[in-house]
Nanobody
Framework: QLQLVESGGGLVQPGGSLRLSCAASGFTLDHYAIGWFRQAPGKEREGVSCISSSDGSTYYADSVKGRFTISRDNAKNTVYLQMNSLKPEDTAVYYC?????????????????????WGQGTQVTVSS
C-alpha cells in the first residue's frame, strides 16, 4: 500500500519550533518533487514549500521565507519541514504531497491539484 505519513505536529508557543516529517511507505520518494501545504479552518489549502527531486532546489511561500526550511533524506525516504519562529497564523493542518515533475515547481505551490499522493496531515497549533 502506497502511503505518505506526516508527523511532528503539536502545540507550540509563538516563537517556538517544530520539525515535521513526511515518510513514504510502499514507494520511494527520490523520484518525486515534494510539497508541503497547509489548511487552516475556513481557509483554502495553501502551498508552503517544495523541493525538487533532481537538484534539491527549494521554494517557499512569502509568508514562511526565512523561517521554514524544507529538506529531504532519500536514504530515509523522508522529507522534513523545519519550522522556526512560529506565529499563531501558522496554525493549520500540514500536508505533504508528491509531484511527478520538477517543471514550474515554484508555481506548483499555487496548484495543489498537480500533486498526486497526499498524506493525512498533522496538526500544528501555535498558541500561548
Amino acid at each position: 500500500q502506497l502511503q505518505l505519513v506526516e508527523s511532528g505536529g503539536g502545540l507550540v508557543q509563538p516563537g517556538g519550533s517544530l520539525r515535521l516529517s513526511c515518510a513514504a511507505s510502499g514507494f520511494t520518494l527520490d523520484h518525486y518533487a515534494i510539497g508541503w501545504f497547509r489548511q487552516a479552518p475556513g481557509k483554502e489549502r495553501e502551498g508552503v514549500s517544495c523541493i525538487s527531486s533532481s537538484d534539491g532546489s527549494t521554494y517557499y511561500a512569502d509568508s514562511v521565507k526565512g523561517r521554514f526550511t524544507i529538506s529531504r533524506d532519500n536514504a530515509k525516504n523522508t522529507v522534513y519541514l523545519q519550522m522556526n519562529s512560529l506565529k499563531p497564523e501558522d496554525t493549520a493542518v500540514y500536508y505533504c504531497a508528491t509531484r511527478d515533475s520538477n517543471w514550474y515547481l515554484e508555481q506548483s505551490l499555487q496548484v495543489p491539484y498537480e500533486y498526486g499522493y497526499w498524506g493525512q496531515g498533522t496538526q500544528v497549533t501555535v498558541s500561548s
